[in-house]
């Protein structure tokens, strides 16, 4: 079955969730059934995203837990997502490319808002202002227990990325609430999607979605 995505402007779409969901997993499965449609498609990620993001990226991820606070931690996130925004995102939209990425918005308001008590209502006024008041078309939760995607993130190879992991099952557990109350909070646009399953099984029920998803653009 072939999908029908307007040719006329791009797709935004985000992956979210805790440590260890198998977000880079299904966005390079999901690139590859765009592809296989004939779709031009790009994969990209935050922190990050531009050259200048991922060198900040590395002191954001890496470090002591308490490198950062969280208020300085959501200053940065902005400053690079307005540069992810400018020189990525936006233009690949523009030329009606889908646009696949790993963590936006809502991880800020998870990670630096529900987890790590900054005012929601500023971090939501610093999108709007700075970022654009961007979102994404499609937000695909990958809900997982967090022991559980705790366990897989520390078994991954490279282990100076491991700050976040590092904060302990207490604020991963904040973390996997906020994302499940913000997918409440949006269900139209924050999908659930059940990560404990099979990989493939997985992928099914996300590309499932973008077939309804084409349905609703023709």
Same mark, same amino acid.
């Given at each position: 079955?072939?999908?029908?995505?307007?040719?006329? $402007?791009?797709?935004?779409?985000?992956?979210?969730?805790?440590?260890?969901?198998?977000?880079?997993?299904?966005?390079?499965?999901?690139?590859?059934? *765009?592809?296989?449609?004939?779709?031009?498609?790009?994969?990209?990620?935050?922190?990050?995203?531009?050259?200048?993001?991922?060198?900040?990226?590395?002191?954001?991820?890496?470090?002591?837990?308490?490198?950062?606070?969280?208020?300085?931690?959501?200053?940065?996130?902005?400053?690079? =997502? =307005? +540069?992810?925004?400018?020189?990525?995102?936006?233009?690949?939209? +523009?030329?009606?490319?889908?646009?696949?990425?790993?963590? *936006?918005?809502?991880?800020?308001?998870?990670?630096?808002?529900?987890?790590?008590?900054?005012?929601?209502?500023?971090?939501?006024?610093?999108?709007?202002?700075?970022?654009?008041?961007?979102?994404?078309?499609?937000? *695909?939760?990958?809900?997982?227990?967090?022991?559980?995607?705790?366990?897989?993130?520390?078994?991954?190879?490279?282990?100076?990325?491991?700050?976040? +992991?590092?904060?302990?099952?207490?604020?991963?557990?904040?973390?996997?609430?906020? *994302?499940?109350?913000?997918?409440?909070?949006?269900? $139209? =646009?924050?999908?659930?999607? +059940?990560?404990?399953?099979? $990989?493939?099984?997985?992928?099914?029920?996300?590309?499932?979605?973008?077939?309804?998803?084409? $349905?609703?653009?023709?």
């Amino acid at each position: 079955m072939k999908i029908n995505l307007s040719s006329q $402007k791009g797709l935004f779409i985000t992956f979210e969730g805790g440590e260890g969901v198998g977000k880079t997993t299904q966005i390079n499965l999901l690139k590859n059934f *765009f592809e296989e449609q004939n779709l031009e498609v790009i994969t990209t990620r935050e922190p990050g995203g531009t050259e200048e993001g991922e060198n900040i990226r590395k002191f954001l991820v890496s470090g002591k837990a308490n490198s950062w606070d969280s208020y300085s931690e959501a200053l940065i996130f902005n400053a690079i =997502r =307005r +540069e992810h925004i400018n020189k990525v995102i936006k233009p690949a939209i +523009e030329n009606g490319k889908i646009v696949l990425c790993d963590r *936006f918005i809502d991880s800020t308001i998870v990670y630096q808002g529900v987890a790590g008590n900054v005012n929601q209502s500023n971090l939501l006024q610093l999108h709007k202002e700075y970022c654009y008041n961007l979102y994404p078309a499609v937000t *695909f939760f990958l809900n997982l227990n967090p022991l559980i995607g705790l366990e897989r993130a520390n078994q991954r190879l490279n282990q100076n990325d491991n700050r976040f +992991e590092s904060l302990g099952i207490n604020y991963h557990k904040m973390v996997y609430d906020g *994302f499940v109350n913000l997918q409440k909070k949006y269900p $139209k =646009r924050i999908i659930n999607v +059940e990560a404990g399953l099979n $990989k493939s099984l997985i992928s099914k029920k996300i590309n499932s979605f973008i077939y309804k998803l084409a $349905k609703i653009n023709e």
